[in-house]
């Protein structure tokens, strides 16, 4: 099958995908608990003439099933709806918190996929030496603490007892920086919440690449590769490593979701101006268009990510074929 056509038809299966996403969201955010008339409104006694002018106003006032007709209606127009607590467009909200998302993300996705590659590959060269002992410790490390918690573990020790990092924010507020000063300052407040972001991901991509390597160590090829008197590092650069990264490829893509969503509480502890925050703040205000457009595009990240994953097997691996 060619590349275009197994593109074009993922992409076809992923609209019943994403339709159910929309209406599984939709229903679960509508029926939890919580009204987000009476977010917006807060302690203020306000009377009941006003509170159901601002329902019908949102639209609150229609029967679930409506609302949920409509939001569909909006979203196949390209409309994601209006923001309760900030007054416009879902899209603009989201735009606008994007960039810092994806400066905190992107960097946290390579290093972790880049080092934890690398860290399985040397653990796995001599299994039970010293080496892949202290890379296990590290990586059983990471994969079990919390996110959360080690982040608020740095930000007491390097920002609160030794001072020498940032622990709030994405720049310095009132600091008037330009070029490499506020280059600098940014990449400072990145440290913190890119370290809590990356351990865990880190650590599961070397966990998986030092059990890939073991898998593959004892196939035929590398033997034939190692009988014809290949240097080690041959076989393993070139024979070992790319049957190797399947597994880890599919991993890394499922990490770009945990990541996307999973910057939550990281930027909640750090303050970062990002998507995840975003979330925490809709939820606690109840601002269910911000949710859902938060949730969707999600969804569309996880969906394109996965179809670049199954192109990538392609090139690590020209025996792999999409068939009908």
């Known amino acids: 099958m060619p590349i275009l056509t197994f593109v074009l038809r993922r992409l076809f299966h992923a609209l019943p995908l994403l ?13 939890a608990p919580g009204d987000p008339i009476q977010a ?11 509170l159901a002018e601002m329902r019908k106003a949102f639209g609150l006032d229609q029967p679930l099933y409506i609302q949920l ?9 390209g409309d994601l709806g209006f923001s ?30 880049a080092v934890g590659i690398f860290l399985g590959i040397l653990s796995a060269r001599k ?27 740095l930000m007491a020790t390097f920002a609160i007892d030794l001072g020498w990092l940032p622990s709030q924010g994405i720049k310095t507020v009132g600091a008037d920086l330009t070029g490499a000063a506020a280059l600098l300052d940014r990449a400072a407040h990145l440290v913190l919440p890119f370290t809590a972001l990356a351990i865990r991901h880190l650590a599961v991509n070397a966990r998986m690449m030092r059990s890939s390597m073991l898998e593959v160590a004892y196939e035929d ?16 650069a070139h024979h070992m490593v790319p049957n190797a990264l399947m597994p880890v490829v599919t ?19 750090f303050g970062w101006p990002g998507i995840g925050r975003l979330m925490y703040e809709s939820i606690v205000k109840r601002d269910y268009p911000v949710l859902m457009g938060n949730f969707l595009m999600t969804t569309a990240l996880v969906v394109v990510v996965n ?9 690590l691996d020209p025996r792999v074929k999409y068939q009908k």
Request: proline residues 5%; hydrophobic residues 55%.
């Open 127 to 153: 299994p039970y030496s010293l080496a892949d002992n202290g890379i296990s410790a590290l990586s059983l490390f990471g994969y079990c603490v919390p996110a959360f918690w080690f982040g608020q573990m």
């Open 69 to 77: 007709l409509l939001y569909i209606k909006n979203i196949l127009s």
């Open 19 to 31: 339709v159910c996403v929309i209406v599984f969201n939709f229903i679960l955010i509508h029926l």
């Open 251 to 269: 991993i890394i893509g499922v990490d770009v979701g945990f990541l996307f969503t999973g910057s939550v509480l990281v930027e909640t502890v």
């Open 84 to 113: 309760f607590y900030y007054r416009q467009p879902v899209l603009n909200v989201i735009l606008d918190r994007l960039p810092a998302t994806l400066q905190l993300m992107l960097p946290a996705l390579v290093f972790s996929a």
């Open 40 to 50: 917006l409104v807060g302690e203020f006694p306000a009377p009941e003439a006003y």
């Open 221 to 236: 090829f590398v033997t034939v590769a190692r009988a014809k008197g290949l240097h080690e590092k041959d076989v393993i």
């Open 307 to 315: 179809l670049i994953v199954d192109l990538v097997y392609l090139w």
